[in-house]
């Protein structure tokens, strides 16, 4: 076992098929490990953000609303009011004589300029300390604007970026079931949990389309006020990122009693199944033929040069370190389809149940961690001689500081990774990433060149002398 913090030690787990698996998860980032983690306030702007036609509004000191629409880049089909990044910009004077007077003229200016569909208001760290009313001030302005103000309380200290998740899923609770008037489609879904990363939900929808299965709303990629509210009447919730919308899913579940299913879009298998089991839920011999029919020319189109991609890579290692453990699972599977074995994998949100999944579906030795470290997995990378890491922009720079070849799998991809035709665009990304010739020149890579020369060396003098 690679040597670690010894309060990290029950977090990290080397894969041993006969041992008995009790991998800890769910706490508190040990404190000085530099934890790969984001806040509360992080967690909530993730899934809420991409909401296209609301004003999202940041109560607190600038700073926080650097966390803005190009660190996490979902794009829209209409409305781009998310784009813009909205703060009360909280000073001294607010700190020491409260900010609710600041926070009711901003809101009250922004709506009357944007006219949106909605405001959410997010809570940072410094509204906890100083204990503004944020929910009677968005109370008051709700009355007086007539479109729905909803408080989110995130302030960063009160846990995780999964606590998080549970404040952005008790916001959107608060417009669904707003629209009593619409119509519930014959087979309608709803997404949730995908963001619209590079356009991921529009090639997603576009299966559904092919399908015949109708969409009530996405949520949040590509969202919209109205679809949220009328979510409600779809017949089954499809959660792809379960980290952040399972919650989500069993509040509706309870309320409105839509079963929901979890799913990932990641990979050929995954999106496949995915697909599969919206089918079989609507128990249609017609809707699980166009679905067969649609896996089967989707695959054929996208299998010929994924096949000769991995002529190239096969062999190779890689170690994924993501934010939610359904894409990793996602990952393990996408490089086995391209003859890659993963060594080392791990996620930030990941369950008990999530981290023995991924047991039992890697290699003998693999290294599984929870929350990991910069530390952790730098060691990792050089102790398993990994080719190649997927994670997101923290995880970048230990890679190409270690010579390491990256790929972007997290929130600041431009290019979609969703779906089949996402998994051709990994394959390439993957294949170019790893073969760059910029390697070469890597200090790693030189050392290891010169630790092989030297090896060789010795081999031929030693046949030498024996020679002789």
């Not at 002529?311 to 170690?319: H, M």
């Not at 949100?349 to 693999?366: H, K, N, R």
């Not at 600041?412 to 998994?423: C, N, S, T, V, W």
Request: contains cysteine; neutral net charge; hydrophobic residues 40%.
């Amino acid at each position: 076992m690679i040597e670690i913090l010894e309060a990290r030690k029950k977090q990290v787990y080397e894969n041993k098929k006969e041992a008995r698996f009790d991998m800890a998860c769910d706490k508190a980032s040990l404190a000085g490990a530099v934890s790969q983690r984001a806040c509360v306030f992080c967690g909530s702007r993730v899934v809420l953000y991409p909401i296209a036609d609301a004003i999202h509004l940041v109560h607190g000191p600038i700073g926080c609303a650097a966390y803005t629409w190009d660190i996490r880049g979902a794009l829209s089909s209409g409305p781009e009011l998310h784009r813009l990044s909205f703060s009360t910009d909280l000073r001294e004077k607010e700190v020491i004589y409260g900010g609710e007077k600041k926070l009711y003229a901003a809101l009250t200016e922004l709506i009357r300029h944007h006219h949106p569909k909605a405001a959410f208001v997010y809570a940072t760290c410094i509204i906890g300390l100083i204990g503004d009313d944020v929910q009677a001030v968005c109370r008051r302005v709700e009355a007086e604007q007539g479109i729905p103000v909803i408080p989110v309380h995130s302030e960063g200290f009160r846990g995780t970026k999964k606590d998080g998740y549970k404040a952005a899923c008790d916001a959107l609770l608060r417009l669904i079931g707003e629209d009593d008037h619409s119509t519930p489609p014959e087979k309608g879904i709803n997404i949730l949990g995908d963001f619209n990363l590079a356009g991921e939900t529009w090639i997603i929808k576009d299966y559904y389309r092919r399908m015949g299965i109708d969409v009530v709303a996405c949520i949040t990629g590509d969202g919209r006020v109205d679809e949220i509210r009328r979510a409600h009447n779809a017949s089954l919730n499809v959660v792809q990122c379960s980290g952040s919308m399972t919650q989500l899913a069993l509040m509706m579940k309870e309320k409105y009693g839509i079963p929901y299913a979890r799913v990932s879009y990641f990979g050929i298998e995954d999106t496949a199944e995915a697909l599969y089991t919206v089918a079989r839920h609507f128990n249609d011999p017609a809707l699980m033929e166009r679905t067969e029919s649609l896996v089967r020319a989707e695959v054929n189109r996208i299998y010929p040069e994924i096949q000769r991609l991995r002529c190239s890579l096969e062999g190779k290692k890689a170690a994924a370190y993501v934010g939610g453990s359904f894409k990793a699972f996602s990952l393990v599977k996408a490089f086995r389809h391209l003859g890659m074995q993963t060594v080392v994998v791990g996620s930030q949100t990941g369950s008990q149940e999530d981290y023995a999944y991924l047991q039992e579906i890697c290699d003998e030795g693999t290294i599984i961690v929870d929350d990991a470290n910069p530390l952790e997995l730098s060691r990792f990378i050089a102790d398993k001689g990994v080719d190649i890491l997927v994670g997101g922009v923290k995880e970048r720079p230990i890679a190409y500081k270690m010579g390491v070849a990256f790929c972007d799998h997290n929130h600041e991809r431009k290019i979609p990774l969703a779906g089949f035709e996402g998994m051709l665009h990994f394959s390439r990304e993957v294949y170019g990433s790893l073969l760059s010739p910029v390697w070469q020149f890597s200090p790693a890579r030189c050392r290891l060149r010169t630790a092989e020369k030297e090896t060789r060396n010795e081999r031929s003098t030693c046949k030498t002398n024996i020679a002789a």
